[in-house]
């Protein structure tokens, strides 16, 4: 199981360069792509982030899908459309956060567990 979650690492960070690639496109007419891209992160980021607090419950909870779930909702298309440049800087900001918070749950929880072979108990909470 610890294996596949940094499977859904490997594929939201795909999923996040992808967007990221959108964002530089400044303001080209993309609107389809972006929609379906940050639809598939959302989708991904979400299943994962439940499943995650299944495996280890609550104690990798640190706001981030909060912050995350706060972020979908503020940006609609239209809005998206109007205020490209803040939607561009709001995003890559919370894509930093993202890959922050990969890299400190597999550096914490993953990786020390996948070398000593343990099971997969629940750990402190994140910062």
């Known amino acids: 199981m610890l294996n596949a979650m940094l499977d859904d690492h490997r594929e939201i960070r795909s999923l996040s360069a992808a967007l990221r690639d959108l964002l530089a496109e400044n303001g080209m007419p993309i609107g389809h792509w972006l929609a379906s891209t940050r639809w598939q992160l959302t989708r991904q980021l979400l ?63 993953y990786h020390p567990r996948l070398r000593t072979d343990r099971p997969a108990p629940a750990v402190a909470a994140v910062a």
């Open 47 to 109: 299943r994962h982030i439940a499943i995650e607090n299944t495996i280890v419950g609550k104690a990798l909870v640190d706001g981030f899908e909060r912050r995350y779930r706060d972020h979908v909702a503020k940006w609609t298309p239209d809005r998206i459309d109007t205020e490209w440049s803040a939607y561009c800087g709001e995003t890559r900001s919370i894509l930093d956060a993202l890959e922050r918070k990969m890299l400190r749950e597999e550096r914490e929880f």
